[in-house]
């Protein structure tokens, strides 16, 4: 119940193109859900998050959808480029909890 | 934009050695936590740290793993004695704790290998 599935594993798409992950978790307690943009050799760094009372969040280029129903979110690229290349990691906290549960990750490839 | 630090970088050691990671988390940050990553899995929480002592750990947390904050700035995790299942990536993280700030902050963490 404390886990975060994700989906696709790899991406490749063109430059321009608009890239779409998914996860999803069963775990209704968990109220914050991160995306994680991971580059070789470096730490994750927090790209975007939304909590449960809003279905969608924007930042620049960035798009999490989230459906509380059906206990879905997703992250949207918008005319992704070359540099976006790297892996993706969505995860989920419970309010309660300190800890973050991060999905499998999903490695994008973005050609030029 | 502020960082954390971690040292070193690699670390190779034989297995049922000690190993220590080191890690200076952003200065104002309350909340301290480490996590691993093994080689193409997924990240995995290993414990959290508040106010100079755990708040939560997982199950991978067991008797051979510890933290430590010794001296108001480093924060420490070590394994007693390592196995070869320990080699992976670990990565501090720290966050300043307040209801409207949750980003969490990572370093760029310490490949063990255990040989």
């Known amino acids: 119940q404390q886990q975060v599935k994700q989906s696709p594993q790899s991406l490749i798409v063109q430059k321009g193109g608009i890239p779409i992950i998914n996860c999803a978790y069963e775990?209704?307690?968990?109220?914050?859900f991160p995306w994680y943009q991971q580059f070789p050799g470096k730490g994750p760094a927090l790209l975007i998050a939304i909590r449960p009372d809003v279905s969608e969040k924007k930042e620049g280029r960035f798009t999490i959808s989230f459906n509380k129903s059906a206990k879905q979110f997703s992250l949207h690229i918008m005319d992704s480029q070359p540099g976006d290349s790297a892996t993706y990691f969505c995860a989920a906290q419970e309010t309660s909890g300190s800890r973050l549960t991060f999905g499998e990750g999903t490695q994008l490839t973005v050609n030029p | 934009e502020p960082e954390v630090t971690q040292t070193p970088s690699h670390q190779v050691t034989q297995m049922g050695q000690e190993v220590i990671l080191r890690c200076v988390p952003i200065s104002n940050h309350l909340y301290f936590y480490w996590y691993r990553q093994i080689l193409g899995q997924k990240v995995e929480f290993l414990v959290s740290?508040?106010?100079?002592?755990?708040?939560?750990k997982s199950e991978i947390f067991d008797d051979q793993f510890s933290v430590e904050r010794p001296d108001g700035s480093n924060f420490t995790l070590k394994i007693r004695s390592t196995k070869l299942e320990d080699s992976a990536m670990y990565f501090c993280a720290s966050r300043a704790w307040s209801p409207t700030n949750e980003k969490l902050f990572f370093g760029s963490g310490t490949q063990l290998s255990v040989l």
């Open positions: 740290f508040y106010n100079n002592e755990i708040s939560e």
């Open positions: 775990n209704t307690a968990f109220d914050y």
